[in-house]
């Protein structure tokens, strides 16, 4: 039999939250909750369902009787279109509001814990500008509107440089003004694909796989330093020079001017030799007098003055005396445990990306941090027993898992090597509450401070303290 897969429509259905995701969250007649994309809670709207699901729907808002309080004008004019900054129409203050809330949720509801008071969430005195970097894409058959779709006009300027639309690996959407990223970022984007088309320069088609400009990638840091670089699909060396000399004559403020061919069926550049057209091969980043080697491949929070502030608060509840031994795992470039080595006896930091590895030794070198060693290797091979052994009982684990948490293996020699404190920072509660709940037995949550990050987006990071259960 035929699944009956018509659309529904709900009339007068009031928007009560905001959910995982950034969606807001409804209900529908029958009970079932309706994730919707582009309400605010408060609002009271119709529905269009978009998908069916057993325990819920998928839908968007197509008409508004009531305009939630929490609402506010977007800043951005590609906001809606753009797959970014999905929360700029609400008020920072609710954003802050239903991050903190959605930690708490599941904390409690995945993890099934015992709470302290949750401290409130360190909200970014910086709301738009804040990222330090930055990937565009070019395409040679940007995305067109709905107005250009429906207007009579041919459309002859199809080049974009900008972001994919949610959900559309081959469609590109023209960013006239990013709110994201300090100048001169949107300057140099802009005077990037104007030159291009002055000069007849081709974008890429990734259907066809044809066309020289790939993408471009600018990175800024608190030093006031920038790098740019142009991804290539070919080694068409005319071209190729012609735009990054036009961009070191223009920008002379660039402080490294990097270019990769890359020919390969994806756009990643982690596999590829990158190369230095002009200035350095790196960036520096500072925090607390410490500065940081920031290459084309390297990690480093994408906000630099939150990561200062997360940084703290992870030091802080570490509550570090100078007599201890810190393990801080998932170490990436080695930023948080070279920012509480002068607090502890010795850090070890472990990270599976040997690149990473490299970029922690050469920034302990250059801050000349003696007692900080680094190790690499996929973490549940490496932190076992003979790894303790050799390295030694640590007082407190410092661990930064990437979204998905961490490996049961790894819980479980964390619970086997039991230091009296654990600070576990995440940027994904749900996967923090699951690793959490299958160490409850053993420790305490006595501490949560989430932080923001990303504002304007759904997004935050959470630091949790745990301490043994007496």
Excluded at 301 to 312: D, G, R, V
Aim: glycine content about 6%; some cysteine.
């Amino acid at each position: 039999m035929r699944k009956n897969r018509r659309r529904k429509t709900f009339e007068n259905v009031e928007v009560v939250d905001a959910g995982a995701k950034g969606k807001s969250v409804g209900k529908a007649p029958d009970g079932r909750v309706i994730f919707l994309t582009n309400a605010v809670p408060g609002d009271v709207v119709d529905v269009m369902t978009t998908k069916k699901r057993k325990a819920y729907f998928e839908g968007v808002a197509t008409k508004f009787h009531t305009l939630s309080d929490r609402r506010t004008e977007p800043v951005c004019q590609h906001f809606g279109t753009c797959g970014g900054c999905k929360w700029q129409h609400m008020g920072y203050e609710h954003q802050l509001y239903f991050k903190q809330k959605e930690v708490a949720n599941n904390l409690k509801r995945i993890g099934n814990l015992e709470l302290p008071e949750t401290t409130p969430i360190l909200g970014s005195n910086v709301q738009y500008f804040y990222r330090n970097k930055m990937e565009f894409s070019f395409s040679d058959s940007r995305w067109l509107t709905q107005e250009e779709i429906n207007s009579d006009e041919e459309i002859e300027d199809r080049n974009a440089l900008g972001f994919h639309i949610p959900g559309m690996w081959d469609k590109i959407l023209d960013i006239k003004k990013c709110h994201l990223q300090e100048d001169p970022s949107n300057a140099i984007r802009l005077e990037t694909k104007n030159f291009a088309n002055e000069n007849g320069i081709s974008f890429f088609n990734p259907r066809r796989q044809e066309g020289l400009l790939r993408t471009l990638m600018i990175r800024t840091s608190s030093t006031g330093e920038i790098m740019v670089l142009i991804q290539f699909f070919e080694d068409e060396k005319g071209n190729r020079e012609l735009l990054l000399n036009h961009l070191k004559e223009k920008f002379p403020e660039i402080t490294s001017l990097l270019y990769v061919i890359n020919s390969k069926g994806n756009d990643t550049i982690y596999d590829q030799e990158v190369i230095c057209f002009a200035g350095r091969d790196h960036i520096f980043e500072e925090m607390e007098g410490l500065q940081f080697k920031i290459n084309a491949k390297s990690f480093y929070q994408t906000n630099s003055a939150q990561a200062y502030e997360l940084y703290k608060v992870a030091r802080n509840f570490a509550g570090l005396t100078g007599d201890e031994l810190v393990y801080d795992l998932y170490t990436g470039t080695g930023t948080i445990a070279q920012f509480v080595a002068k607090n502890a006896k010795k850090v070890i930091g472990v990270e599976s990306v040997p690149e990473a590895i490299e970029d922690a030794k050469a920034n302990a070198s250059h801050n000349n941090i003696p007692n900080v060693d680094f190790y690499v290797g996929d973490m549940k091979n490496v932190f076992n027993d003979d790894f303790i052994a050799t390295h030694g009982q640590p007082d407190v684990i410092i661990t930064d898992p990437p979204r998905d948490g961490m490996h049961k293996q790894v819980v479980e020699q964390l619970l086997q090597v039991a230091p009296p404190k654990i600070v576990y920072v995440s940027c994904n509660s749900a996967t923090q509450a699951r690793d959490l709940a299958l160490m409850d037995e053993q420790y305490q949550v006595t501490k949560v401070q989430p932080v923001d990050m990303f504002p304007q987006t759904h997004h935050v990071e959470n630091v949790v303290l745990l301490e043994k259960r007496v």
